[in-house]
């Protein structure tokens, strides 16, 4: 069974840099290996010094380098869909406000091909280890939410029956006016809602996906590394590594930096204190920036000779039901977030945890539906549902 591994961060922290590293000390230990860039903004042919298209280009022996393109996806192997998706996006329905406002968001279904394209690549089963350069943290996480947003929108949309219900859990009430897209798109529709299903699966599989963090030592880049962390574990994501880039090496002899080791040192032990459940590499500020594979090894060699690198490095489980006196519990990981963020509401069989601007839909198990959701707290990062 291959893996996959995610690197997200902030904008320019060091994710394409740190990707590719494990490329290369994947490809040197003799695994055939693919470092993919979803980011739009490709990047791989200016690290890699080699011209990297929309299929996998060899870059050194066992390593492959591929700039997804998303737009040639949707048009290579769903083209009636995006016609469809306008004519859906366009009705309207009075009486439903809010669901109204969440179809208004669709545009951004490039990104989903782009997730959709590397499950492809993992089910091909060609590669051993699928390394994943994601665009910058804002975008991935819409990026890795989004299966779960596009199985709502499809939940709400279609009947019950009409979309491969089968896979999926059912639908809620509302009902749309609208008007159904024509045959031959509803059959690509219907099989990108399973290929969907299988996205979602595949990307939260504890044993063949892991996410991995990369951060600097500055108050803005940790602020965002602990948000996202908490929304990867709100979408239930494995995250299980944390890469510290750029620290200054502390036998610098230059007194303009006196002040940034300081503060360096200040925001890695916070991190450190953060991150405490979680493996973290630490990666110097070289005096140049990172260009080529001799750069790259220069890099596994300081950072990343762990052996155990490539594995599953820690699983949480992140949603956990348990039965309690007058009911059931759900607990919920949600690591660095208070009180006042959240909100919960019960929708028909899910329970959808809205934390700022992201919302997760968790299904409620059967035995659980004729319960009704009692309280709820927030206790050393875990929110406890109540259900009874
Ligand atoms: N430890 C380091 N020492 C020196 N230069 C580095 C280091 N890490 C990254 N760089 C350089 O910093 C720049 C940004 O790094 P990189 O492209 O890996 O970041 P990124 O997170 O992928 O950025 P983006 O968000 O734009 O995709 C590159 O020029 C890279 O070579
Ligand atoms: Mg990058």
């Known amino acids: 069974m291959g893996r996959i591994i995610i690197f997200t961060g902030k904008g320019g922290v060091g994710k394409t840099t740190t990707a590719a590293a494990h490329g290369v000390k994947a490809a040197r230990q003799g695994m055939k290996t693919l470092v993919v860039s979803t980011d739009m903004a490709h990047n791989l042919s200016d690290l890699f010094m080699k011209e990297i298209k929309e299929e996998p280009v060899e870059v050194d022996k066992n390593l492959y380098a591929l700039e997804i393109d998303p737009n040639y996806e949707m048009s290579k192997y769903y083209g ?49 280890l699928i390394i994943v350069d994601c665009a910058p943290t804002g975008e991935t996480l819409s990026l890795l939410k989004f299966p779960e947003l596009f199985s709502w929108y499809m939940e709400k949309l279609f009947p019950i029956g009409k979309v491969a219900m089968k896979v999926l859990r059912p639908v809620s009430k509302i009902a749309f006016k609208l008007d159904m897209p024509d045959e031959a798109a509803m059959n690509d529709i219907e099989k990108l809602y399973v290929k969907l299903g299988k996205l979602q699966e595949l990307l939260k599989d504890r044993e063949v996906c892991s996410i ?3 951060t600097i030592p500055e108050k803005m880049v940790v602020e965002e590394s602990k948000r996202s962390y908490m929304y990867l574990n709100l979408y239930n994501f494995n995250v299980d590594g944390v890469y510290i880039n750029r620290l200054i090496p502390g036998d610098i002899d230059n007194s303009f930096f006196n002040q940034w080791i300081e503060l360096q040192k200040n925001y890695l032990e916070e991190l450190q204190s953060v991150f405490v459940n979680i493996p973290i590499y630490k990666i110097k500020w070289y005096e140049t920036d990172v260009n080529g594979i001799d750069a790259l090894d220069r890099v596994v060699k300081d950072s990343l000779e762990d052996d155990h690198i490539f594995d599953v490095l820690k699983i949480t489980n992140n949603e956990v039901f348990q039965i309690t006196e007058n009911g059931y519990r759900l607990d919920v990981y949600l690591p660095f977030s208070n009180k006042g963020d959240f909100d919960l509401f019960e929708s028909g069989t899910d329970i959808i ?17 004729k319960y009704s959701i009692a309280s709820a707290k927030l206790n050393n990062d875990i929110l406890s549902i109540y259900f009874e």
């Not at 809010?98 to 590669?127: C, Q, T």
């Not at 992201?358 to 059967?366: A, D, E, G, H, V």
């Open 80 to 128: 009636s869909i995006s016609e469809a998706f306008k004519n859906m996006i366009s009705f309207k329905n009075e009486e439903n406000e809010e669901a109204m406002e969440d179809i208004v968001v669709f545009p951004g279904i490039e990104e989903l091909f782009s997730l959709l394209k590397i499950k492809e690549l993992y089910e091909e089963n060609i590669y051993d």
């Open 353 to 369: 945890v809205k934390l700022g601007n992201f919302k997760r839909n968790i299904p409620i198990p059967n035995v659980i539906r």
């Open 212 to 214: 991995r963090l990369v």
